[in-house]
């Protein structure tokens, strides 16, 4: 990964503050400025914002990165980190980090994650948006918010869960909707917004959100291009999960359908742990077997649990 997390103790812009300003405000010195969408930022929502580079020459950025509630930063389609929330002013974070880019196009994304009026205390912040800042006066152009051409929108998906699902606390929970939803703005999306799927992680960051809070099982297939594009995610089965209830050719139905290249398997376990059972390691091995029958490559079989997920291909099991 061309990228590197730095540790940065104080603000790297502290020389530029003026007295008595509050962290976000961009009189505070920052030579950015925050950038939010034009409307609808006061409800629950997901925000992409992304920036396109297209390098004669290598370099070697440096970007101070922060944004309202919980973000992911990603760089050619493979995610470097995840941002803290913000809070109070006291407690206002950022991320470092160093891009070391070779010649040619990239690009570089940030979701942000918005509980919008919904959100609770802790997650309460003056205003939604989204800051990256260049480390060196000469890269402002390229990359700094209110500079650079970056571009926002808005990918459907989110809603605020009812009281009823028993979360305690009176807390309003946010969490990532439906895998329809998901897969029909990545059905729609042009082809260069498509996410590129790189590692075990960039898949699981697309499910864990929202299939690790499931209280049923749940099969999806992601479907993939010769790239390793996301075509779109599909979910094939729901309740409990077992071979004798599982058909390959349902399966694979769709990747056929759409003439998917490969396809990365997951499901969940509601138990929250992702421990992998022998049955899943057998129909892992069934479904790899199938695929080369039918030429779609089985890259991967990802077990959902909470907040962590296991790859069987990591793993070794059933992947020879």
């Known amino acids: 990964m061309p990228a590197t997390r730095l540790a940065i103790a104080a603000d790297p812009f502290a020389a530029l503050h003026l007295d008595g300003e509050i962290p976000w405000r961009r009189q505070r010195g920052w030579p950015g400025d925050w950038i939010a969408p034009a409307a609808g930022a006061g409800d629950t929502a997901m925000w992409r914002y992304a920036l396109d580079l297209d390098l004669a020459a290598s370099a070697a950025i440096t970007v101070h ?26 407690r206002w974070a950022f991320e470092t ?5 070779a010649p040619g196009a990239h690009r570089l994304e940030a979701l942000v994650w918005s509980c919008g009026d919904a959100a609770p205390w802790a997650q309460t912040t003056v205003r939604h ?16 918010t209110g500079q650079a051409p970056w571009r926002v929108r808005r990918l459907p998906g989110w809603r605020t869960l009812p009281r009823e699902h028993g979360l305690g606390g009176g807390a309003k929970i946010i969490t990532l909707k439906a895998a329809f939803e998901l897969g029909r703005r990545l059905a729609i999306a042009s082809p260069a917004d498509r996410i590129q799927i790189r590692s075990a992680d960039d898949a699981a960051n697309l499910l864990l959100g929202e299939m690790g809070a499931l209280e049923q099982e749940q099969m999806r297939v992601i479907l993939l291009d010769t790239r390793n594009h996301v075509i779109e995610i599909k979910m094939v089965y729901q309740g409990t999960l077992n071979a004798a209830h599982i058909r390959v050719a349902e399966l694979f139905r769709e990747a056929v359908r759409r003439s998917a290249a490969a396809i990365i398997v997951a499901h969940n376990h509601p138990s929250g742990d992702p421990s ?23 890259l991967d079989h990802l077990i959902i649990g909470q907040q962590r997920f296991v790859s069987l291909k990591q793993r070794g099991l059933a992947f020879d």
């Open 129 to 144: 948006g989204f800051l990256c800042v260049a480390g060196e006066a000469a890269h402002h152009a390229l990359v700094t």
């Open 276 to 298: 992998p059972s022998p049955e899943d390691v057998s129909i892992t091995r069934t479904l790899i077997e199938a695929g080369q029958l039918l030429n779609i490559d089985v």
């Open 97 to 101: 980090w160093r891009l070391d880019l």
């Open 65 to 90: 990165v922060s944004a309202d509630e919980r973000y992911r930063l990603l760089l050619d389609g493979s995610a470097l980190g995840e941002g803290p929330e913000r809070c109070s002013p006291e």
